[in-house]
C-alpha cells in the first residue's frame, strides 16, 4: 500500500471543512450519521479524538472520496484503509485485461479508460483512428483528454457541436471538483476556462440533465460528419483506489450513416 503524506491539520479542521462543502450544520451530520450533535462539536474542535470507526463513518455519510478518507485516517494517526497500485502492478493484470476485453469489445465504435486526472489510460484502436491528422505534440503520453477535446489545437476545430460539447466537459469537471476537491482538477479547470469560448456556448447541455446517460457529441473526419452519442462507466469498489477511480468513455453511433461510417474506418 502507497504512503499517505501526512497532513498537517488535524482531522477536525478536515472533517469540518468537509461537512461545510456538503453544505450541512452540524445538526444536519450528527442527525444524519446518529451521532450527538455534542461529540461532533468535540471531534471538529479537536477536544475529542475519533476513533476509526467513526472517521469511516462520517466519511462514509459525507461521501467522502477514498483517496481523501485515507487520509483523514492518516490525519487521526491510523493507517490508511484503501489500497491504491498503479495499473502497471501485476495484482491489476486481470483488471487490466478486463478494460482492454471491454474497450476491444466496443470495435468498431471509439472508446478509452481515463483517470481521475482525465488521462488517458487505454484506448481501442477505432480512438486512435479519429485522432488521425493531429499533431504529434497531442499524442504523446500523458494525454489529457480534456486538452485533447477542448484546445483550438486539438480536437474542437473538428468538434461541429462545440458549444454543447464544451459546456458538458466543463458541468462534468466541475462536478468532480466538488465530489473531490482535487487541486490539480480546479487547475486543470481554470486553464481549460482560458482556452476561446466557442460562440453560442450554453449555460448548460442540451440534454438539460447533468446525469445524462448519453450526450451528443458531432465530429468532423476526412469530411464526413460522425455524430456519436457519448456514454461514461464507473470502475467503482467500495475499497480500491485505483480503480474507484477509473473511468471508461464509450462514443456509439447516433445514426445509421454514422454506424457505418465507423465500420468502413475500422475495415481500411
Known amino acids: 500500500m502507497n504512503a499517505v503524506a501526512v497532513p498537517h491539520r488535524p482531522v477536525g479542521d478536515l472533517l469540518r471543512e468537509w461537512r461545510r462543502h456538503r453544505r450541512l450544520s452540524q445538526l444536519d451530520l450528527a442527525t444524519g450519521a446518529e ?30 472520496p477514498l483517496r481523501e478518507r485515507n487520509a483523514l485516517l492518516v490525519a487521526a494517526g491510523f493507517a490508511a484503509a ?33 483517470d481521475r486526472h482525465w488521462n488517458l489510460i487505454a484506448s481501442n484502436q477505432a480512438t486512435l483512428r479519429l485522432l488521425s491528422g493531429l499533431s504529434e505534440q497531442w499524442l504523446r503520453p500523458p494525454i489529457n483528454v480534456l486538452r485533447l477535446s477542448l484546445h483550438p489545437a486539438g480536437l474542437a476545430p473538428r468538434i461541429r457541436n462545440l458549444p454543447v460539447w464544451r459546456a458538458h466537459l466543463l458541468d462534468r469537471l466541475r462536478r468532480q471538483i466538488d465530489a473531490s476537491q482535487d487541486p490539480q482538477l480546479i487547475e486543470l479547470l481554470r486553464e481549460l476556462h482560458g482556452y476561446p469560448s466557442p460562440t453560442g456556448e450554453p449555460a448548460q447541455t442540451t440534454t438539460g440533465l447533468p446525469n445524462a446517460i448519453a450526450v451528443p457529441m458531432e465530429l468532423e473526419l476526412n469530411g464526413e460528419l460522425l455524430s456519436m452519442l457519448s456514454t461514461t462507466t464507473v470502475f467503482g469498489t467500495p475499497t480500491d483506489i485505483t480503480l474507484a477511480e477509473l473511468a471508461l468513455e464509450a462514443f456509439v453511433p447516433a445514426d445509421q450513416a454514422t454506424m457505418e461510417r465507423l465500420r468502413v474506418l475500422a475495415e481500411s
Open 35 to 64: 451521532i450527538s450533535t455534542r461529540h461532533l462539536s468535540f471531534v471538529e474542535s479537536g477536544r475529542s479524538q475519533p476513533s476509526r470507526d467513526m472517521i469511516l463513518h462520517l466519511a462514509e455519510y459525507l461521501d467522502i
Open 82 to 114: 484503501f489500497r491504491e497500485r498503479a495499473l502497471a502492478d501485476p495484482a491489476l493484470d486481470a483488471v487490466r485485461a478486463t478494460i482492454d476485453l471491454l474497450l476491444k469489445g466496443l470495435e468498431p465504435y471509439p472508446a478509452l479508460a481515463v
